[in-house]
């Protein structure tokens, strides 16, 4: 006999018993083959490899109900809660995973910017291998198939072929707070064209403290030559569970960067898949978790060579605090035949208490020949030479603490080209930084 679901699958199932049928055969196909294998699995267990260090037990005993559309629609959210300086291009809003047009701003040169929803009303057809089978049943874990079984909405991105977008696009996923226990679902397709150029800011805030639920699904490609940067900045509130999930494929000649800063949220699972498929693809990667209270954070980093001469830079940098625990699994894999291929992975962190957990795991595995490649991880504390030195020039303690701890974070954050936003990061990561006691 079957175990019986968990209150999570039932009430996802639930929820998606109450969604309509979208009228795209090979759509409600999808979506009902993705439900059935989320059903079939359930979340993943401590015996799952992959989420070894972050156990779910107590998220399947949660229940959460599908976020009402329309009341997100008439949600009232102050812009200044999402501006950031240095992003004023296009802006895309979703408010509990709905699209807010009252909040966003869809035009810019060089790009086609659209609400899924819209997308797939006016021309479906060239979403079908991105949402019907892009993750089919085995190939995903549960998360991802609840995604792709309920996201009803989300943004579909093209660069225009050798356009070059002078400002950011700012995508905004913003937690109301207001529809407590309730779950929304976003799926991000991109697309940068041939020796096209374009920066993208994606932006999680909380309006309020409520516990939710959310999913984010994003698949970006990058064609010949292309180049695009990516900011991750996660500023959620502490009662938000978020799980996002991250493949991005570089062609010939492409060049990728991501710059991640992972501030809140309560439970937090970041996937990222890179796949360099072409001859000379670049993909450089920078991030920072700086953790506290009970927040647990698990960033999953994985970096495929598949051609010829490509590379990957790969530096993280985690901090942990109170009784909070931060996960770093970091893989660079070299496939058979990516001869001149140039990897690196370095992941270090800072425990400052003797409560905080940090697990890192890094991996390499090569099948060509001619290759570099170099991993390193580590797990420390404040150097105490270091604080006493800065003591001594008449420096608090509690100061002296967050200026050790931002010039151990600052590698991950000042290859970001825009310098306000830079600046801005650097801010909000020692606002967030805890202080310890003052002597």
């Known amino acids: 006999m079957n175990p019986l679901p968990s209150p999570f699958v039932r009430a996802a199932l639930e929820a998606a018993g109450g969604l309509p049928e979208s009228g795209i055969a090979w759509l409600d196909v999808?979506?009902?083959e993705n439900l059935q294998a989320f059903a079939e699995g359930g979340l993943p267990e401590g015996r799952n490899e992959a989420w070894k260090y972050t156990p779910l037990r107590a998220l399947s005993q949660r229940a959460f109900a599908l976020a009402d559309r329309t009341v997100a629609a008439g949600i009232a959210v102050d812009p200044a809660l999402f501006a950031l300086p240095g992003v004023d291009g296009a802006r895309i809003v979703f408010v509990d995973g709905a699209f807010r047009a009252d909040l966003s701003s869809l035009d810019a040169d060089g790009i086609e910017l659209a609400p899924l929803s819209a997308?797939?009303?006016?021309?479906?057809?060239p979403l079908r291998f991105a949402l019907a089978n892009r993750y089919r049943r085995g190939a995903a874990d549960a998360f991802v198939h609840l995604n792709a079984a309920l996201a009803t909405d989300g943004l579909v991105l093209?660069?225009?072929?050798?356009?070059?977008?002078?400002r950011p696009v700012h995508v905004v996923h913003v937690?109301?707070?207001?529809?407590?226990?309730?779950?929304?679902?976003?799926?991000?397709?991109?697309?940068?064209?041939?020796?096209?150029?374009?920066?993208?800011?994606?932006?999680?805030?909380?309006?309020g403290d409520a516990a939710q639920l959310g999913t984010i699904v994003s698949d970006v490609v990058l064609r010949e030559g292309a180049r695009l940067g990516l900011v991750l900045?996660?500023?959620?509130?502490?009662?938000?569970?978020?799980v996002r999930r991250g493949h991005v494929r570089v062609d010939a000649g492409a060049q990728a960067a991501l710059h991640a800063l992972e501030l809140g949220g309560g439970l937090v699972r970041h996937e990222l898949h890179a796949d360099l498929d072409g001859d000379g693809a670049r993909f450089d990667s920078r991030g920072v978790f700086a953790l506290a209270g009970r927040q647990h954070v698990d960033t999953q980093l994985e970096i495929r060579h598949k051609a010829r001469d490509t590379a990957s830079d790969a530096l993280w940098r985690g901090i942990a605090d109170g009784r909070s625990r931060g996960v770093f699994r970091g893989a660079i894999l070299v496939a058979e035949g990516a001869d001149g291929a140039?990897?690196?992975?370095?992941?270090?962190?800072?425990?400052?208490?003797?409560?905080?957990?940090i697990d890192t795991k890094p991996e390499l595995e090569i099948y060509a020949d001619?290759?570099?490649?170099?991993?390193?991880a580590t797990i420390g504390q404040l150097d105490e030479r270091s604080l006493f030195y800065l003591r001594s020039r008449g420096i608090p303690l509690a100061e002296a603490r967050s200026l050790l701890t931002l010039a151990f974070c600052r590698a991950a954050l000042e290859s970001l080209q825009n310098d306000a936003l830079r600046e801005y990061l650097g801010e909000r990561l020692v606002a967030h930084l805890p202080t310890g006691p003052a002597e």
């Open 119 to 125: 997308a797939l009303s006016s021309q479906p057809e």
């Open 370 to 376: 001619e290759v570099k490649a170099a991993h390193g």
């Open 30 to 32: 999808a979506r009902r």
């Open 175 to 207: 937690s109301s707070g207001s529809q407590a226990d309730t779950a929304w679902h976003v799926r991000l397709l991109v697309e940068v064209g041939k020796g096209a150029a374009a920066d993208i800011v994606e932006h999680f805030v909380s309006a």
């Open 158 to 166: 093209r660069i225009a072929e050798g356009a070059t977008v002078s």
């Open 342 to 357: 140039d990897a690196a992975l370095s992941n270090k962190n800072l425990l400052l208490s003797g409560m905080a957990e």
């Open 233 to 242: 900045l996660q500023d959620a509130s502490p009662a938000t569970t978020l």
